[in-house]
Nanobody, 118 residues
């Protein structure tokens, strides 16, 4: 069994910062890409940022220059440092890991709420 668990969400004022963490655990042979997605109320889930196993990153245009994704492969953990937060960043943030055990599949976390007040 593989688990993906996020942490670090919360309530913050506009202009503030938060750091999200996501750890994959279980019988993992390797983790390919890891990424953060978000879903605001009434909207579809969309990509925020992702990072490959060798550190290549890509970001949604709306977060470029404000958010930074990083990962610690020794801990099977990905981070999302969010600075200069805006009310429109309010959403449930989900972590996705592409994991190889005996086969390759996507595993999602349960989500963590980020609320940015104006």
């Amino acid at each position: 069994q593989v688990q993906v668990v996020e942490s670090g969400g919360g309530l913050v004022q506009g202009g503030g910062s938060l750091r999200l963490s996501c750890t994959a655990s279980g019988s993992i042979f390797s983790i390919n890409s890891m990424g953060w997605y978000r879903q605001a109320q009434g909207s579809q889930r969309s990509l925020v940022a992702q990072i490959t196993s060798d550190g290549m990153t890509n970001y949604a245009d709306s977060v470029k220059g404000r958010f930074t994704i990083s990962r610690d492969n020794t801990k099977n953990t990905v981070y999302l440092q969010m600075n200069s937060l805006k009310p429109e960043d309010t959403a449930v943030y989900y972590c996705k890991a592409v994991i190889t055990t005996t086969y390759t599949f996507q595993s999602w976390g349960q989500g963590t709420q980020v609320t940015v007040s104006s």
